[in-house]
Structure formats: structure tokens, C-alpha cells
């Protein structure tokens, strides 16, 4: 980007400053920042860098919230998180999975042997899948965002940054708690509550819980919700020296589960011209004009329509967690270990993609973090470490988009790796910082991968009988399925595919179909070592602003996908980083200005597609594979202004310009053939052995919107004893491509979002009444998109219509 277009940025904010109406997490009663307003605006303290500091005064791209932010905006999970980062985008995929966007860093693919793009962590412990992470957002002290690699404290995974949810420790010498009730719309109904009990003088146990339900937001009843959530802590002060934390946790995730929409298809042999569905966008998958819709579409394979959907679509997921953190504080530093394990099982039934999932999956993880922080003197500081990660993941998975394909599988991942970083304080004003992680990942897996494919062998259309295959979900009603459909018609070997799976000549005498049954296991394993580190720079201008400079290396560890030969393994990406930030504050810490600039390299990037995984014999799969590079840059503009002690205004800003430098992929040559008009954007060229290149290069990264602005004004109007807060946000988004193939669909137009809030509460905060509106313009946006490979129909995930309601909480 050139450096006119960020200072002209940078200008129009500042000129602004005064005028413009913001969003931004700081309230005038944030939870753990309750302020004098005269003084000046909140200060959020941070445990980004494994110490406490003030986020003001730390020299790192982080944005944060507090948790009564978080209450405030009814933000139950993690897709939620978007709307109050600009530089995160999220969705949910289908089932447990969350797929994650940071600046353009992330993949559409969540499947349990791939590993996502930034560090999700709990209470300090890292969590290795994004579907394992529902059920935390209730109770929170803060949720942290830090931006870029994390090549230091946070070295696993963490190419694109960390998301670090903080719950509230306990207290000690303190019994108090808080109840919310929150009833709106759509049978919205929420209830969130805690309490802290002092146990002695120097132990304190803090229970917590959560339950959220709401209706579906689709017709056909999903996008539904049924949470609920429950936690415990206790802390103890054992000695002056040493203190113990335990905590353990439990969600479970059921209802129906997030849905999509059919949009329309691509449609063959017209160039693949697009056709609306002309359904509702909330019309959802499996109402009955949408499973009509469905069974128009063509299975090239078979040359046969569609059926309905044959399986019902739920989720019952449960996830447990315990934890502990040990501190003991010696003449030289402060020890810290943090011991965890993790367990989840996912059973869900959905159809986001255009066809039947169905996931039953096991997940266990074990991780033990010990550091040591001290000072050699008064100028200089460190903090080194060793961490420990072990998962295992069990799955039995079935996905029937025509292609029936099951995957059994057994994935392990070991890692290890020491880490340090050193402060040296040059002088008063001026502090360097260099930090080195060493990180050795060993992953192995152990599937069977099984497809059964119905092909035409003649004239096909409805006939011999029922053509499309059903949903199995096991080897074993594979083999039963295959011998029954054997028994039942006239039957004769048929040798017409070039390669040595069994395969079955059905037919009625006059038409014909062939049923193949591919299988094949897959046991390979992976090890991969590598050096990240961290150089930073930070300068005070001036008691109130912070200049600060860094260059960090990220690394993510490569993987498996259910594909033949080559395919089935890909490489780990790396994403090296350089920002220059500034923070600083005004007019006696009433005006805050925090800008960043930023430039990332990104290589190797991995990214999921469908296509060929062995050409010769025309097998295709959906894969991860190393196949992008690209330049991303751009500045963040952050601006608080207390105009007057009871009002607020703020506006967070994001230039991103997001592009890949190299985009070149192999894919089957009946997907989007040459011709006019192509739907893809991308340049297509057909090679003699049928399959086709697709290069993308130049195009603008997937999820990454040039433009994203929150804007807000929040006012305190005081009475004798009592406040009236209102509220309202807006975030704007320009558009982005939601889809994996660029096509003119997959191009989410620019759009606003807007919320509006009223409390009321007495002066002691005793109890409060909300009465809130939230996407006022009832815009449901689509925020994935994606083309079922076969039928060559899109569906959309859409974001949540206009949703209302009220909320009363009562602290006691």
C-alpha cells in the first residue's frame, strides 16, 4: 500500500476526531476499569506478553475487551468475535467448526486433522480445535486479540496471531456474585450468573454458568441455539511465596445447529452460467421447496437428480476441561507451571456445504507450560520456558455430496519447544526486546478412507431403481449396502475404470449404472522443527505515548488430508511480520490515538480445495495443499475521546490490502471449463490429460474487506441516584470474496451493521435494565459460500437477522 494512502488515513482521523461517532470496547463502566471520568479514559491492563501491563504502555499490536463488553453485546461464541475486531472475520462452517480470519490469514476448511491458523487459548491454555472452543464466552474478565505471528510466547500454530479468553479468577475476601436475564426475539432466552466465595483468608471458589437458547433463524430450523455452560475455579494464596489456581469447565452444544441457503447453481453444459435458486436467503436447506429445489440438481456421475437429504440434522457436543496455573515466587523470579487437559466429542448431523456431514469425532489433549521470569538487574529482564502439547483425534466421519466418502481416522500430534525473550532497558525512555522459540512438531495418522461412487454406464436417468446412494457412516454398512445392491439386480464385472478397486455392473437389462467402491488407508507420519523469533523496539515520546517497532516470525505445521499419493501430505506455511505502532493520548488522557502500520509476508500458505488427487485414474478429493503466497498490508487506526466526562466516542479502523503473489492450483477439468462466461475470476487453462490450472494470482485475499470501521457514541445521562447509558455502533465492511473460487456469488457486496442499546442502573450498580436492538438493518450477509463440487450449487451461511430484547441483571 503506499504510504500517501495510509497518511492520508491517518489525517482524516485525526481531523475528525472530535466529530465522529464510534464503537470501541470501552464503556464508561467497564467492569474492572470503574474510573473517575474526570481523570481521563479506562485503562485495560493486559497478560499478552505473560505479565501484567497496561495496553497502553506494551509495544505490541493487541486489541482487547473487557468482559462486561462482552455481556453487554450478548456475545455467546466464538464467531461472535468479529464484530467487535476488525481484524478478525469468523463463520461458523457447519457443526463445531469455526472458520477464522486474521488480515487474510486463515482457511475455509475445519476439518479435525488440520490445524487452524491463529492460537486459540483459554485461561492460558492453548486449544487445538476451533470446534472445541464453544461454551467459554460467559464470566470473562477479557478476551485479548493479539495480531501478527506470536513466534515467541504463543509459537504453536499462531501464523496469523492469538485469541486469548480470560475468565474472572476468583477473588478472596469476597462473597458477592451476579445474575443476567436476558429474553428477546426469536425465543431468545439467556441466563448467566456467578458467584465468589471467600474461603478462609487466604482461599477464595468461584462457580459460574451459562444457558443460552434461542429459535432458529433459518425456516427449516436451523441456525438455532442451545448452550449450556458451567465452570469452576478455586484459588488459594498457600504461602507469601507460592499461590494454586484449579479450574475446570463443561459445555455442552445442542439444538439443531447452524444452517445455509441454497443461492442457486452453476449450471452445465451452459458454460456454467449461474441460475438463482429463487428461494428466501433464511429459507435454510431442508425445508420442503429447498429439498424440491435440490432434487432438480444434477449428479454428473451418475447422471441421475438428486434425492432429498436423508438424515435428520442435529449437534450434541461435549467438551470438558481442568486446568491449574502454580506460581512461586523466589528471590530471583517468579516460576509459573500450567499443567492442562482438554477433551471433546462432537456428534452432528448438517448440510452447510449442499449436502449431508455427519461428524462423530473424539478429541484429547494434554499440555504442560513451565516459565521462569526474572531480572539479571534493574535494566534488564527475561522470561524463558518449555512447553509441552499431545492431541489425539478419533474420527468417523461421512459426507455424502453424491460421492459417498467415509473417513475413519486416528490423528496423533506431539510438540515440543523452549522459548525465551529478554528486555534490555536501554534508558529510561528506550527498551529493546529480542525473543527465540525452538518448536519440533511430529504428527502421525492412521485412516481408512472409503468412497462408493454411483457412474453411469449407458442411459441412466431413473433407472435401475433408486441411482444416488445414502448416507453411511460406517465400513461396516458400506459392505452391507454393496452386497445387498449386488443381490438385488442383475449384476456382471465391469472393468471400465483404469484402477484395482472392486467396482459392480448394475442394470435392468436396458440401462446401466456402476457402483465403485474405493478404499484405501492411509498411515503416514509428519516431523517438522523450526526457529521463530521476535526483535522489538519500544521508545516513549512522552509520558503519555509509546512509539514501538517489531519483526516476528510465525510458523504453522503442515498436515494430512483423506487423498492419494502426494496430496495426502502438505507442507507447514510461515508468515513473517513488521509493524510500527504508536500509542498515545490527549488533552489529559480524555483523547486516544493508537495507530499501526503493518507488512506481512506470507509463504507456503495452506489452503483446502477440491480437485484431482491422482489425475491418472481421475480420483478426485478435497485437500490441503501448500499453493499460496502473498503481501499483506495496511494500517489500523484506533481513536478514543472522552468529548465530556458522561460521553464517549471512538472508531476503530482498517486498511487492509491483502493480495496473493501466487495462487496456481491443478483441478479437475469438468469444474468451471474454459468457456464463456467462466464464473471464476481466476485464469483457467485446460491440459491434455483433462484436468485444468486455475491461477488466482493477484487476486485479492479470501475474507479480507479493504475497509472495516466501527463506528459508536455512548452517553451518560445522570439523575440523583440513578444513570441512563445510551448506546449505538455501527460496523461497515467492504466487500470481500466468502468463497474459495472467486466467483461473482462468492463476492459479499459492502455492508453496515447497526446496534442500539438504553440502560438503566442506580449509582451503585446494584442492578441494571437493558433494552437493546442489534443489526437494525436486518441485513443477513453471506459470511461463507461455498460450491457443493458436484451438484455445482452454492449455499450461503448467512450472519444473524435483526434480533431484540431485553436484559436485567441484579449483583449481589
Known amino acids: 500500500m503506499q504510504i500517501k494512502t495510509i497518511a492520508k488515513a491517518i489525517y482524516l482521523t485525526l ?53 462486561a463488553d462482552i455481556a453487554s453485546m450478548g456475545l455467546t461464541q466464538t464467531a461472535d468475535l468479529g464484530k467487535l475486531f476488525p481484524s478478525l472475520s469468523l463463520s461458523s462452517g457447519g457443526g463445531a467448526s469455526t472458520s477464522i480470519f486474521l488480515r487474510g490469514v486463515g482457511n475455509f476448511t475445519n476439518t479435525s486433522y488440520t490445524d487452524p491458523a491463529l492460537a486459540f487459548s483459554y485461561d492460558g491454555i492453548y486449544i487445538a480445535r476451533s470446534q472445541a472452543t464453544s461454551g467459554l464466552f460467559f464470566d470473562l474478565e477479557r478476551v485479548e486479540v493479539l495480531k501478527g505471528p506470536q513466534g515467541t ?8 496471531g492469538a485469541i ?15 445474575l443476567t436475564v436476558n429474553l428477546g426475539n426469536y425465543g431468545s432466552q439467556k441466563l448467566e450468573g456467578a458467584y465468589n466465595f471467600a474461603v478462609g483468608d487466604a482461599s477464595a471458589l ?67 452460467s449461474f441460475a438463482e435458486s429463487g428461494l428466501s436467503l433464511d429459507s435454510g436447506l431442508t425445508t420442503d421447496a429447498a429439498q424440491a429445489y435440490h432434487t432438480t440438481l444434477l449428479n454428473g456421475p451418475a447422471f441421475n437428480f438428486y434425492q ?78 518449555a512447553y509441552y502439547f499431545d492431541e489425539k483425534v478419533q474420527g468417523d466421519d461421512s459426507y455424502n455430496p453424491g460421492v459417498l466418502a467415509l473417513q475413519d481416522f486416528v490423528v496423533n500430534t506431539t510438540s515440543y519447544a523452549t522459548f525465551g525473550r529478554i528486555t534490555a532497558n536501554l534508558s529510561d525512555d528506550l527498551r529493546i526486546t529480542g525473543g527465540l522459540r525452538y518448536t519440533k512438531d511430529s504428527k502421525d495418522i492412521d485412516a481408512l478412507n472409503q468412497n462408493l461412487i454411483v457412474a453411469c454406464d449407458g442411459v441412466c436417468f431413473g433407472a435401475p431403481g433408486t441411482a444416488l446412494l445414502p448416507t453411511l457412516d460406517s465400513a461396516e454398512e458400506v459392505d452391507s449396502y454393496y452386497t445387498e445392491l449386488a443381490a438385488s439386480g442383475v449384476t456382471a464385472p465391469w472393468n471400465g475404470i483404469p484402477n484395482p478397486f472392486p467396482s459392480l455392473l ?66 507447514p506455511e510461515y508468515l513473517d511480520a513488521f509493524t510500527l505502532g504508536m500509542k498515545s493520548q490527549f488533552l489529559s488522557q480524555r483523547l486516544r490515538f493508537n495507530v499501526e502500520l503493518y507488512y506481512w509476508q506470507y509463504e507456503d500458505q495452506q489452503l483446502a480445495h477440491f480437485g484431482y488427487d491422482d489425475p491418472v485414474n481421475k480420483s478426485t478429493a478435497n485437500f490441503t495443499e501448500n499453493i499460496g503466497e502473498s503481501t499483506i498490508q495496511g494500517v489500523d487506526i484506533d481513536t478514543l ?13 482498517q486498511y487492509l490490502d491483502a493480495t496473493y503473489d501466487s495462487f496456481v492450483y491443478n483441478a479437475p477439468g469438468n469444474v468451471f471449463p474454459t468457456g464463456t462466461p467462466n464464473p471464476t ?69 459492502s455492508n453496515w451493521s447497526t446496534n442500539m442499546q438504553l440502560t438503566f442502573s442506580p449509582m451503585d450498580d446494584t442492578w441494571s435494565t437493558s433494552v437493546y436492538v442489534r443489526n437494525l438493518e436486518n441485513n443477513r450477509i453471506g459470511t461463507l459460500n461455498q460450491i457443493q463440487p458436484i451438484a455445482q450449487s452454492l449455499t450461503s451461511v448467512l450472519s444473524a437477522p435483526r434480533t431484540m430484547g431485553v436484559r436485567f441483571s441484579l449483583n449481589f
Request: glycine content about 8%; proline content about 2%.
Open 15 to 67: 481531523a475528525s476526531a472530535t466529530l465522529t461517532p464510534a464503537l470501541y470496547s470501552a464503556t464508561l463502566h467497564a467492569a474492572e476499569a470503574k474510573k473517575d471520568t474526570t481523570s481521563g479514559l479506562e485503562i485495560i491492563e493486559v497478560t499478552a506478553q505473560r505479565k501484567v501491563e497496561n495496553m497502553q504502555k506494551t509495544g505490541i499490536a493487541i486489541d482487547a475487551v473487557t468482559g
Open 308 to 385: 432429498a437429504f436423508d438424515k435428520e440434522l442435529y449437534q450434541d457436543n461435549q467438551f470438558y476441561g481442568i486446568n491449574a496455573e502454580i506460581n512461586l515466587t523466589t528471590e530471583t523470579g517468579v516460576l509459573t507451571v500450567i499443567p492442562a487437559y482438554r477433551k471433546g466429542f462432537v456428534d452432528s448431523i448438517h448440510s452447510v456445504p449442499g449436502f449431508i456431514a455427519w461428524n462423530d469425532e473424539e478429541y484429547e489433549q494434554t499440555s504442560l507450560e513451565v516459565r521462569f521470569a526474572g531480572d539479571i538487574n534493574e535494566n534488564i529482564d527475561y522470561l524463558v520456558g
Open 641 to 653: 475521546y472522552l468529548i465530556t466526562e458522561n460521553t464517549l466516542l471512538s472508531a476503530k479502523i
Open 681 to 749: 475470476q481466476c485464469d483457467t487453462t485446460q491440459l491434455d490429460d483433462g484436468s485444468m490450472t486455475v491461477d488466482c494470482s493477484g487476486k485479492t485475499a479470501f475474507v479480507s474487506p479493504k475497509w472495516t470501521i466501527n463506528l459508536g457514541i455512548q452517553h451518560t445521562v445522570e439523575f440523583e441516584d440513578h444513570y441512563l447509558v445510551a448506546s449505538i455502533d455501527s460496523q461497515y465492511k467492504s466487500e470481500q470474496y466468502t468463497g474459495f473460487e472467486y466467483t461473482d456469488q462468492q463476492l459479499v457486496d
Open 153 to 160: 510466547l504463543y509459537g504453536r500454530n499462531a501464523t496469523g
Open 206 to 272: 468461584r462457580l459460574s454458568a451459562s444457558l443460552n437458547a434461542h429459535d432458529a433463524y433459518n425456516d427449516d430450523g436451523t441456525s438455532d441455539e442451545d448452550n449450556q455452560a458451567f465452570r469452576v475455579q478455586f484459588y488459594s494464596e498457600l504461602s507469601d511465596n507460592l499461590t494454586l489456581k484449579i479450574g475446570a469447565d463443561y459445555a455442552n452444544v445442542a439444538g439443531v445447529g447452524v444452517g445455509a441457503s441454497f443461492i442457486g447453481e452453476y449450471h452445465y453444459p451452459d458454460n456454467y
Open 506 to 571: 448394475w442394470t435392468d437389462g436396458t440401462n446401466s449404472q456402476v457402483l465403485v467402491h474405493l478404499k484405501q488407508t492411509l498411515k503416514n507420519s509428519l516431523d517438522k522443527d523450526k526457529i521463530t523469533y521476535r526483535l522489538g523496539v519500544d521508545y516513549d515520546l512522552s509520558e503519555d505515548s509509546l512509539l514501538y517497532s517489531t519483526f516476528e516470525t510465525g510458523y504453522r505445521s503442515g498436515g494430512f488430508s483423506m487423498a492419494l499419493g502426494e496430496k495426502s501430505v502438505y507442507q
Open 164 to 178: 486469548n479468553v480470560l475468565p474472572t479468577a476468583p477473588i478472596l475476601d469476597d462473597n458477592s456474585g451476579y
